[in-house]
Nanobody, 124 residues
Framework: VQLQASGGGLVQAGGSLKLSCAAS????????MAWFRQAPGREREIVAR????????SYADSVKGRFTISRDNAKKTVYLQMNILKPEDTAVYYC??????????????????WGQGTQVTVSS
């Protein structure tokens, strides 16, 4: 399984970005997906999670009401719509897949596959 994240960039505070994570080499098994982020000098943290069907989602308190996770299983792609971006959202964003749960956990150690990361920089 390979995950390819894209869509990062430089944006001013208050702006928006949409990240994509395309999966390849997947089998028919269900995969819960998530977005994590890691800022310099900080641990990787959960941003948002989504179940295989897309019917269940969960967000970190810091992004609730601003970010939306979604998926298109026909395209094998997961998205993260980020609105009202803040400088503290600056980080490398990673998508991840959990092959054993309907909805993945909040720890990065629970995920089996990772994308390469895409940089999001929010200027003040």
């Amino acid at each position: 399984v390979q995950l390819q994240a894209s869509g990062g960039g430089l944006v001013q505070a208050g702006g928006s970005l949409k990240l994509s994570c395309a999966a390849s080499g997947v089998t028919g098994s269900a995969r819960a997906m998530a977005w994590f982020r890691q800022a310099p000098g900080r641990e990787r943290e959960i941003v948002a999670r989504i179940s295989w069907s897309g019917g269940r989602t969960s967000y970190a308190d810091s992004v609730k009401g601003r970010f939306t996770i979604s998926r298109d299983n026909a395209k094998k792609t997961v998205y993260l719509q980020m609105n009202i971006l803040k400088p503290e959202d600056t980080a490398v964003y990673y998508c991840a897949a959990d092959t054993s749960r309907v909805l993945g956990g909040i720890s990065p150690y629970e995920y089996d596959y990772w994308g390469q990361g895409t940089q999001v920089t929010v200027s003040s």
